[in-house]
């Protein structure tokens, strides 16, 4: 009989690796929280924020619940609303423009590249055309550090100071990485950032972050995030969200963060060890020089409509991967009302239908690693 037995699969993230390296310390982090029943900005969340900064080199951490949260929050401090554009990529996942229609602004959406993901800056002025044509006033970019690598912070920097945006960094993905030496958390005029348990820094729930070099935007941020509160939460000077990270997520950050480098580091060695594997079957991603990414996706691409094949076999051997993502923003349902910018998106069409993204994580060890590139290679050849 001809029956193929049942391969069990290796985790896509096995967040259950890292749990057991860092098991007591963060079962005493969390014990001190349940013992000082302070959940609500407890004196772990100014200490995280503290940390938090100081890694990425930014003036400010103020922490929230979310990542979405961190962007709504930084878009509501810098004043964007009704009648407002903020230019975003579509190739990304839906937060990022979905923060713009919860403040009331309008997404207008611009192309990426297809060697980085990351925003095309020579697209800009198209969008921000496309916004004035739609009777919209351009006031923001939202940059995603896709996959963990930096978009091109100091083009982008250039674009938005020649047309009077702010730059919001969506660093969901890319928190920890590098560009030209320095930290993500200070491109722009706020970085926002996700600790969903998925990303490269995640805690055990929700929990996001705004860092920001601003004094000004700090203090905001802080008042939004409890009710727009003033000298204290009943007084109300502004409109404002309930998006507190949970103390006891803040116990289990600090814990996390201590090794982060560590991780990150051992990200690097795997990334290069898919590079090396694959480079000749599949498109593998590209960093450019003076950039280093975090790897919270390690996504090739695959044309020829061989994707979905490839997907069924590494799938029979036990391997998972993920299409981040099958549907662009301007053509999902919720989004594909919102201007496009000129010269269209003809390469976050094509990036739809070719990438998958396989295991990636800091524990993924060596004869693990060679199980799945001998797979991908088997099936691509
Ligand atoms: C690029 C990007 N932006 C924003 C978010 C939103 O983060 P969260 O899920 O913490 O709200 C995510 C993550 O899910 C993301 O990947």
Redesign the pocket.
Known sequence: MNVRTQVPMIPFIDLAAQRRRLGPAIDNAVARVLNHCQFIIGPEVSAFERELAAFAGSRHAVSCA??????VLGLRALGIGTGDAVICPSF??C??AEVAVLVGATPVFVDVRADTFNIDVDAIPGAIEAAKAAGLTPKAIIP???FGLPADHAAIAAAAEANGLFVLD?A??GFGATYRNRRLGTFGQVT?T???PA?PLGCYG???AVLTDDDGIADTLRSLRVHGQGSDKYDNIRIGLASRLDTIQAAVLSEKLKIFPEEIEARQVIARRYAEGLRDVAAVPAVPAGLTSVW?QYTIRVSGGRRDALAAALKADGIPTAIYYPIPLHRQVAYRQYPLGRGGLAVSDKLAREVISLPMHPYLDEPTQARIVEATRRALK
């Open positions: 979310s990542g979405t949260d961190a962007l990304t996942f937060a990022t995603v550090d896709l969506d969901a993905q926002c996700s600790f969903f990303k929700d929990g996001g919270a």
